[in-house]
C-alpha cells in the first residue's frame, strides 16, 4: 500500500494552467500532486555564439526552487553564488529533453528559454518541469507563428516525464516525496508522445535493480507518459 | 488622467491569500494590481553569529524576481552568480521594515526569514514584498505561539508600504509599472499601524521636488498605506 | 548636549582640498569632521552598451571602505570577492544624486566615472562621498571644457547632502559614528542649489518617527546643505 | 563497419596501472583506447557535517579534465571560477556509482575522495573514471585494512560502467569520441559484480530509440561491464 | 640622464607621515616621489586555524590600488569579484618580507594586518609598501608593548625594500613609473638592517641580465636599502 | 650530507617524454626526481584583445596541481573558485620566462598557451614547468613551421629553471619537498642558453642570505642550468 493510497500504476492528480502570467510568449503552472511548477517560455532573437549563422534555433531551460518551496528552507542560490551541481544537472535533462522534439532548422534564429521554477515541491520536481515546459513551448511556438515569425511549426512531437521505482519491492509509478526518500530506486522517463524513449535515468540508491525490474520499469512509465500527454492536449 | 483610469488617491486592487504553499510557517500570495509576490516565512531556532548569547531574535528578508516575471527576461541571479546590487538594496529595506515592528527580545534565539519572490512584476514590488511579507510574519508568530516556543507576541504593530509619486504635476498613489517609468519621483514610504514612518526613500529621477509637493506625497502615502493595513488585518 | 558639544544645528568642520592626486581629471579630499573621503572623477570616451548611439552621456559612482578607515578593520570586499550590500546600496546613490545634476544630453558620449574611498570614516560617509564627488565631477567638467570635449557646461547645479536625525528627542544635523551609533532616526537628505530634494532616505531604526519630526528635519537638512554647497563654492 | 575497425560487441584495449604516483592511497591509471584517467584515493578521517555522529562514513569524487586532453583546448575551470554543469554531473555520477558497492556502515567516520583527472580524452571518460576510481578505491580499503584502521571489508562489490549506443542502426559497445559525435543515441550503464543496475543514462540526441533498441543496448552494456570487471580483478 | 635629472645612484624623495589616520594600531602614510601608500598596522587577538595553539603569531599583509591612483583608472577588484595575480603576488611578498624581521614567538597568538593602499602609483609601489608597512608595523607593536600585551620586543630588526635595474645599460636605483616602463630589466631588493637580504625578484621584461650586471645591481640596491632604513628611523 | 645522498651540486635524475599525450602541438612529461610535471603548448589563431592588430604574437601559461599530487590531498581549485595567489604567481612565472625567449613579431598573430599541471609533487614543481614548457614550446614551433604557419623560427633560445638555496649552511642545488621544507633560503633561477639571466626570485624564509652565499647560490644556478639545457637538447 503506499502512502497516500494510490494504486502501484497511478499518477497523482495532474493540472496544467496556461497563460498563468501576463508576459512570457509561454506560461504553465502545472501541479502533480503537491508539486507545483511555474514554467515559463520567453522567445528571443538571435543564438548562442556557438550557432551563429547557422540557420538554426536554440531551445534552453533553467531550473529553480523558490527557498521555502521545500520542507527545510534550502538557501536562495543567488546569495549562495552559484547554482548547485543538482540544479545543472537538472537544467540541462529538460533543455535536452525539449530540443529532442524541436526541429531547429525551423525555428530559424531564435532561442527559446524555459524557466521551470518550483513553488512548492512534493517529489518529481524535474518531470513535472519537463512536462509543464512542453505545454509553454507550445504556446510559444504558436505566439511566434501567429506573428509569422515562423513559416512552419518545428514542434515535433509532445514530450513528457515521468518518474518510476521500486516501491515495497513493487514497481510503482509516479512518487511523492515521502516515497522518494524511502524507496531504493528511481528513475525519470522521458519519452515522446511518437513512443520514443528521449532519456532514461535511473540510479539505485540502496539495492541495485535486476533486468526484469528494469523491464516492468519501463513498462510503468510508458503508462504513465502516455497519460501526462493526454493531459497536455487537454490543456489547450 | 491616470494610465489605467484610477484616481491620484486610488490604490489599485489588493488581495490577499494566505496559507499559499504547504510548507511555510507564513506563506502569501499578495496581489497589487498585476504585481503578485509570494512571501514565505520560515522560522529556524537559532540566530546569527553577530547576535549569539544576547537572548535576541532575528528578522531578515530576500527577495527576487523570477526571470520571466517582468516585460522582457530579466537573467536569473543564480545564473550570474550574485544578486544586483538593486535586490540587495530591497532586501535589506524589507529586513528593516519588519524588524520595526518586532521586539526581538520577545523573539528569543529564534530567526524568522522572510522570502519575498516576485511571481509578476508591475511596479510597486517592494512595497507589495512589506506588506505581503509582514502578514507572513505574522502568520510565523502565531504559529510559535501555538506550539509554545514564544511566551508573549513579539509582533508590536502592523507594518505597509507604499509608493507615491508626482504624476503630471500631481501628486498620485501606488504607480504601475508604465507610470513608474514615465514619472519624475518615486518615493516608497513604509509606515506602522501606529502612526510612524519607518523608512521614507524619495528619489527624483528626473525633476527633484520641492519641499511642498514632499508634504503633499508624505500625506497620500498615509492613506494609502491605513489602507493597506486594513487589508492585512482583514486577511485574518 | 550633543557627544562633541556641537549645537544640534551645527555642522562638523568641513574642509574640501581640490586636486589632491594627480592623474584624475578631478580629484577631491572632503573632510568632515574625522570623515575623510578622496573623491576622484575619471573621464573616459564611451558610454556603457544600454547608452550607445543615443548621444547621451553617464555618470556613475563607486565606493569603498579602506579596510581599516574603521574603528575595528573591516574585511577587503577584494578579498572576499563581492561587495556588500550596503556598498552596493550607497555607490548606487552616489551615482543617482550626480545625474540629477547633470544634461547628460550635454555631456555627449562621454562618461564620467566617480570613486569614493573612504580613508578615515566617522558617520556621513555617503553624504560627504556625495558633496565631495559634486566637486570632483566639476573639475572634471571643467577639464573637458578646457580640452573642447564639451560645447556647453552640462553641470546643471550643485548637488550635496547631509544627514539628520533625533537625537535624545530632539532634531540634530549631522552626526559623527557615535551619534549615530545611539540614535533612532537617521535621514540622508540631497538637495541641490536650486532647493530641490534629489533623495531622501529615512530610516528609523529604533522609535518610528512622527510627521512632525519629519518637517523638523527636512528643515535642518536644508540649512546644513546650504552652507555645504557654500563651502563647495569657496573650495574653487 | 565502426570507425576503428571494432566489432560492434568489441571494447577498446583497456589497461589497469596500480600505484602510479606515490603520495595516494590508491593511484590507478586506467586506459581505454586513447582515453586515459588518472584516478587517485585520497583517506582522511572524519566526515562531512551532515553525517557527523553517525557512525558512516562517506565515499565521494571529483572529475577534472586538463586543458588540453580534448582536441581543441578548453578552458581551465579553476580560471573560469566554477565548474561546468557537465563536469558536476559526471562527478555526482562517480561518487553515486561508487557509493554504491561501499557498505557505509563498515568504513567508518573517514571519508575515501576520488579524484578523475583525464589526461587525454578519446569519449566514455565517464565510465573510465568509474571503473579506474572503484580500482582506487579497493586500494584504499585495502590500505586502511592493513593499518586496522577498518575491522571490516567496506567494499560490498566490483563497480564498473560502460557506454552503449546505436551506431548506423546496430547497437554498439564502447563509442570512442569520434563515434559518439555521430551517433544519435549514448547510453551509460553502471553495474556492480553481483549483475546489478546502479545507473542508466541514457540520451537520444537525435532520434528517440526505441523499447527494442533499449533492450539490446542493456545486453550489450552487460557483456561490456563483465569484461570491464574482469580486468579489474586482474589488475591485482 | 634620467627622466627627473636624477643620478643613477639617486633615490627620489622619500617622506614618512606617522599616525596618518586614527584608528589603526600603526598608520603611515609613505611617498616616494609621487608614490604614496597608506599603510595601516591592525592588531588582533587570535590567529588563522594553521597556528592555533602554536603559541605563535602571525603577520600578514593585503595589497590594493585605489582605481585611479593610475594614470588610466583600473577596474576596482571588489567589483570585479577577485584580487589580480599581480596583487595577491605583491600581499604575499610585502607579508613574507615583514614576517623575516619577526620573532613570531615573541608575538605570541596575535595576528598583525597590514593593509598598504595605493593612493597615488608612481612605480615602485610595492617597495614603498613594505618600506612604509614596516614603520606601522613598529608602532603596533610599540602600541602592544605600552598595553603590556606582549613581554618583549618581537621585532627583530628594520626591513626595506628599493627597486634597481639597467636604464640605458646602467644600473639604476629607484624607477619611478615612467623608467619602468622603458627599462629592460627590474630587480626589487628586500633588506634587513641587519644586511641581510630577504627577498629579490628581477626580472628580465626584454634583455636577460648578465652575471656582472646582476652584482652591480646588488650594491645598488643595498645603499638604497641604508637610505630608506635611516629615514625609517628618523620617522620616530 | 643531503636527504637524498646527492652531492650539493648535483641535479636529481631528469627525464623528459615529448609526445606524452597526442592532441597538444607539444606534450611533454618532464621528471625531475618524483617530480612529474605535463606540459602542453595549444596553438590557437588570434592574440588577446590588447594585442590585437599589432602583428605579434602572445605565449602564455597556466598551471595547475593534481589534488593528490601532494603528500595531503590540496582542495581542486575549479571548485574553490580561484586559483590560489602561488598559483598564480607560478603561472606568471612560467609565462614571462618562456616569453623571454620568444620573437613575439615572428610568431605572428598566434597564441602559444602552456599548460603545466602537476601529476606528483616532490618540490620544485614551478622549476620543472619552466624546463618542460620550453619543450613543448619548441615542438609547437616547429609544427607550425612545419605548416608554414611561421616564416622564421620565434625561438631564440633555451631557457630553463632549477633552484638553489643553502642547506646546512652550504649551498645545495635542485631542492626536493623534504629539503625545501627544511633550508632557509630558496631561490629560482631561471636562464636562457646565451648565458643571461631572465628571472632571479630569492626568498629567505628564516635567515637572511649575506651577499657572498648570493654569489655561491647564482653559481651554481648557472652549472644546474646548463645541464638541464643539454638535456632538453638530447629530448630531441
Redo the contacts between chains.
Keep these: 500500500m503506499r502512502i497516500d493510497g494510490r494504486a502501484n500504476d497511478e499518477l497523482r492528480r495532474v493540472t496544467i494552467e496556461r497563460n498563468y502570467?501576463?508576459?512570457?510568449e509561454g506560461?504553465v503552472l502545472i501541479s502533480v500532486g503537491?508539486t507545483?511548477v511555474?514554467c515559463?517560455a520567453?522567445v528571443?532573437e538571435g543564438v548562442p555564439p556557438f550557432l551563429r549563422g547557422k540557420g538554426e534555433g536554440w531551445v534552453t531551460a533553467?531550473y529553480?526552487l523558490?527557498?521555502?518551496?521545500?520542507?527545510t528552507?534550502c538557501d536562495?542560490?543567488?546569495?549562495?553564488?552559484?547554482?548547485s551541481?543538482?540544479?545543472?544537472?537538472i537544467?540541462?535533462l529538460i533543455g535536452?529533453s525539449l530540443r529532442?522534439v524541436v526541429d531547429r532548422k525551423k525555428l530559424g534564429e531564435f532561442t527559446i528559454?524555459l524557466?521551470c521554477?518550483v513553488?512548492?515541491a512534493d517529489g518529481g520536481t524535474r518531470c513535472a518541469s519537463i512536462t509543464g515546459a512542453w505545454v509553454a513551448l507550445r504556446d510559444a511556438a504558436n505566439w511566434m507563428m501567429e506573428r509569422k515569425l515562423l513559416a512552419e511549426d518545428p514542434i515535433l512531437a509532445q514530450v513528457s516525464a515521468i518518474s518510476v521505482g521500486m516501491w515495497s519491492g513493487e514497481p510503482a509509478l509516479d512518487f511523492n516525496y515521502a516515497e522518494d526518500s524511502s524507496s531504493d530506486t528511481d528513475?525519470n522517463v522521458v519519452?515522446?508522445s511518437?513512443?520514443?524513449?528521449?532519456?532514461?535515468?535511473?540510479?539505485?540508491?540502496g539495492?541495485?535493480?535486476?533486468?526484469d525490474e528494469?523491464?516492468e520499469l519501463?513498462k510503468l512509465a510508458?503508462k504513465g507518459n502516455e497519460q501526462l500527454q493526454a493531459i497536455q492536449r487537454n490543456s489547450f
Design positions: 502570467t501576463k508576459y512570457a506560461s503537491d507545483k511555474l515559463t520567453s528571443t533553467e529553480g523558490l527557498p521555502r518551496s521545500t520542507g528552507r536562495r542560490e543567488a546569495v549562495k553564488g552559484k547554482q551541481g543538482r540544479t545543472q544537472e537544467q540541462r535536452r529532442a528559454q524557466d521554477d513553488i512548492q528513475m519519452m515522446t511518437l513512443g520514443g524513449f528521449v532519456e532514461i535515468q535511473g540510479t539505485a540508491e539495492k541495485p535493480f535486476t533486468e528494469l523491464t519501463i510508458k
